[in-house]
Nanobody, 126 residues
Framework: QVQLVESGGGLVQAGGSLRLACAAS????????MGWFRQATGKERELLAA????????YYADFVKGRFTISRDNAKSTVYLQMNSLKPEDTAVYYC???????????????????WGQGTQVTVSS
């Protein structure tokens, strides 16, 4: 029902920064939690950050806390992931996703995410 398109990936040196964006269309954006995931080659997909429907609550995986920041602009139907102090191990395909539960209190539950973007490649060189 919702269409998600990620942008902002690319090649960056270790210690650098990137800002990913995910534009949503279709279903009303502001009523649903959003999340950022990544999947490196040969590894399982992992949840990086999540934000609830109005942006008042955020979740971060331990390995990105303090480096990554999730935010949303409901007026623009866009969720962002600001990534600072990037490391080579951050290299992966990054995906945004949306929950399908209206104003869910469980925005941090991976299994609640039902709609996915196509992904954008992030490569961090040392």
């Amino acid at each position: 029902q919702v269409q998600l398109v990620e942008s902002g990936g690319g090649l960056v040196q270790a210690g650098g920064s990137l800002r990913l964006a995910c534009a949503a269309s279709g279903r009303t954006f502001s009523n649903y939690a959003m999340g950022w995931f990544r999947q490196a080659t040969g590894k399982e997909r992992e949840l990086l950050a999540a934000i609830n429907w109005n942006g008042s609550l955020k979740y971060y995986a331990d390995f990105v806390k303090g480096r990554f920041t999730i935010s949303r602009d409901n007026a623009k139907s866009t969720v962002y992931l600001q990534m600072n102090s990037l490391k080579p191990e951050d290299t992966a395909v990054y995906y945004c996703a949306q929950q399908n539960s209206y104003r869910s209190a469980y925005y941090y539950n991976r299994e609640n995410y039902a709609s996915w973007g196509q992904g954008t490649q992030v490569t961090v060189s040392s």
